[in-house]
Structure formats: C-alpha cells, structure tokens
C-alpha cells in the first residue's frame, strides 16, 4: 500500500511554490497570467467579455478572459490600488478557506476541537469558522489596507491599523454545521472606509463605531461560496459580478458579468418545518405562492440548503426568496452585505417591513429577520404585512 505524506491543509495551498516546479505545461502554474489553453484545462473554455459600467472590455489579455484584479483595474471598473491590494489579500485567505473546507483533513480538525466543547454545540463557533477566522484576520492584517475587521466569530472587533483605510466586516464561514456532508459554504464580506473622524477616540470605541456603520456606507460587498465550483461574487456599487476560481491558475475568471435578478422567481427558499411557528402573514404569503395563487400565476417551488451564501446565490441566479424570517441571521455581518448585493443586481433585502440598508445597527451581533430576492416577489411578500417570526424557541438542528 502506498502511504502519502501528511499535508497541512491550512498551509499548503498553493500545494508548491511555482519556481520549485519542474518544467511542465504551464496549465500547472498557479501565479500565471490565465491564456486560453490554461482555461480550458479549467474548464472555462469560453469567452467572456465584461460589461457593466466600467465600459468594461479593457483588462482583458486578448484573450476575452477577464481577472478580477484586471476587472478592478484601471481598464476595468478602477477601484484605486489600496482596495486592490485588499481584494488580492481576501482572495488569497478565501482560496486557502477553499482548499481546507474540500481538504480530507476538514473533519479531523473538528474532531480535535469538539473534544473541548460543552455540549450547546449549535450557536457555538464550529472549528473551521474558527480556522477560516484566523486564515481571514491574519491575510486582512498583512494587506496594511484594514483599520478594523469585525467578524461574526469575534466578540468584538480588532483593530488592524490605524492607518489602513478600509473597515471590512464578515462571517468567515456560513453553513458550516453542515460541512461533514460537504454541503456548499461560504464567506460572507462587506468593505467601509475607516472613519477618520474618529481617530482621536480610544480603540476600543473606533473599533466598534467603525464596525457599526449603516449598509448605505459600504463600498464594496461580496460573498465566496465554496461549492462544485469556488465563486466570488462581488459589487463595488456598480453592479453585482461574480468571478469563478479557475484551479488550474489561482485566478477569479468574471463568469457573470453585470448579474440581473429576475424581476419575479419561481422559488422559495424557508425552512418551512418552522411553518407553525410563523405569523399568519407569512403562512398565508407561502400558502398562496406554491399552490400558484399569487400575483404571478406559477406554482412555487421550494429549495432550502441550509447554507445562506447557497441559497442566497441561487436566488441571485434564478430569482425568487431566500428567507429565514425569524431573528437569526446578523444585520452587520450577513444582511448588509447581501442585501447590497441583492440591490446591486436589481433585487431587495428586505426585513419583511423595510429595506434592509436603511436600518442603523445598533449592536456588532443584531440578528433579524432576513428576506432577499426578486423584487416583485419581495414587495408582494411584504404586503402580506405579518411576516417576520417573533416565536423562537430555539430548535436542534
Ligand atoms: O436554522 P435555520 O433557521 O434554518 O437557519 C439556517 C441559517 O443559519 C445559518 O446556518 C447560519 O447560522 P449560524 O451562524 O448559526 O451557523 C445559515 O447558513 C442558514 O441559512
């Protein structure tokens, strides 16, 4: 039998530096510009061409295949170099979060870590939130560019560096409870300026303030889903685009440019095994949209993965709601970010009364009701007037 040796997983990606690389077709170089060859080892073997704002075609490598670094650059939508570096810093840490969460040594980690944990497992952090936390916080600290990141995993936020420009807030790594069936996860971002007026206060309270800023403010947000394919989408404010890792380059290729949520979707995504403990709105709203009743004449179907970025992602794609309508999901963390997204694409963030970006949080961790998705389908959702869950009696799994 042949034994391999132990990798780390957390500190092996890319596996082998390019210059201790034999001489091989350069589809194995992870640092190489991507060429068309490359990207048909990829499985990309398409062109592409950016639209959107920017006028788009420029920082293509004549090849029709666009980076998300030449899309952030000066032929692209030109976010300004200090955004790039941090963009090239989190792309990095989200990478190595891919290689770990498909890594055969994912659930050994978690093992050893559950072996300290009392026994209310469900709201505590699982070990690969904890790692992906690390991996982020310590790529975020070397980009130079974050003042404070403020994550989900963290009691309070951590101040980087007084001069970084850029506030980030993020949760590390959703749906990780389901990461033993290797059901698709992601990282969820959204990006600030650092609010220099502040400067003169005590860490501790910049820190937070930073932190606590309105989803109106943010510059950039994105998500990363870990899934068959490992996807970065993303929007500096003008439009939602999202980027595929193609493995054979290291590179985020522009997949899907200019995202449009359609105005109106055939899908519902709720755990509706919480059915009897919704209000009568919601109930009603469901009822009368999957037995085809509703302003849009079409039975609705349901899809629910359990895994916001997923679900959220499909229903970027496909249209439709992707709900959890009891307070459970993070204002900071994972409804500003992705209602910017949503909004970015055409689509609502909602919480079943008003727009998501519109509410100033007042606490890091503040949970909420969270409805994204199509907007015709949100504005008749909300017409139902009762919708968000106020029964939460905590449920097992
Ligand atoms: O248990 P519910 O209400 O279905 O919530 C599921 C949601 O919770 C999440 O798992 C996040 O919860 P955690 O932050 O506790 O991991 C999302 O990925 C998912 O959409």
Redesign the pocket.
């Known amino acids: 039998m042949h034994s391999f040796p132990l990798l780390n997983p957390i500190s092996n990606y890319p596996p082998i530096h390019p210059l201790l690389l034999p001489k091989l077709p350069n589809f194995h170089n992870f640092h190489a510009k991507p060429t068309k060859k490359m990207a048909f080892f990829g499985g990309l073997g398409f062109k592409i061409r950016a639209s959107g704002s920017s006028g788009g075609s420029g920082g293509e490598g004549g090849d029709g295949l666009q980076t998300l670094r030449e899309y952030m650059g000066k032929n692209g939508e030109n976010v300004g170099d200090e955004l790039v570096v941090l963009y090239s810093h989190l792309e990095y840490a989200c990478k190595r979060i891919a290689a770990l969460v498909a890594s055969p040594f994912n659930s050994t980690l978690a093992k050893d870590y559950n072996a300290d944990v009392g026994s209310d497992e469900?709201?505590k952090p699982k070990p690969l939130d904890i790692v992906a936390n690390e991996i982020i916080l310590s790529s975020l600290k070397n980009s130079g560019k974050v003042a404070v990141m403020a994550s989900?995993e963290d009691d309070a936020p951590v101040w980087l560096a007084d001069d970084g420009p850029f506030v980030v807030v993020l949760?590390p790594l959703?749906?990780?409870?389901n990461i033993d069936a290797s059901i698709p996860t992601g990282t969820i971002f959204g990006i600030y300026h650092r609010l220099v007026e502040l400067d003169h206060l005590q860490v501790e309270e910049k820190a937070q303030l930073n932190s606590l800023q309105s989803g109106t403010k943010l510059i950039a947000s994105g998500y990363v889903l870990y899934s068959s394919a490992t996807i970065l989408c993303t929007s500096f404010g003008l439009g939602t685009h999202a980027f595929t890792l193609d493995h054979s380059t290291g590179e985020f290729i522009l997949t899907h440019p200019n995202i449009k949520i359609p105005p109106r979707g055939q899908i519902y995504s709720v755990?509706d095994t919480?059915y009897f403990d919704w209000p009568e709105g919601l109930r009603k709203y469901i009822d009368t949209v999957r037995q085809g009743k509703g302003k849009y004449p079409k039975k609705y179907s349901a899809r629910y993965i359990?895994?916001?970025?997923a679900?959220f992602h499909r229903t970027l794609l496909y249209g439709g709601l992707a709900m959890?309508p009891?307070d459970?999901?993070r204002l900071v963390y994972e409804a500003n970010p992705l209602s910017f997204l949503a909004e970015q694409a055409g689509g609502k963030g909602s919480d079943g009364k008003v727009r998501i970006l519109s509410l100033q949080p007042v606490k890091l961790h503040q949970r909420l009701p969270l409805f994204l998705g199509s907007p015709d389908d949100i504005d008749e959702l909300e017409s139902y007037g009762n919708v968000q869950q106020k029964v939460n009696p905590g449920?097992e799994v």
């Open positions: 469900r709201d989900e949760d959703d749906g990780s409870r755990n919480r359990c895994s916001l970025v679900d959890n009891r459970h999901l449920y």
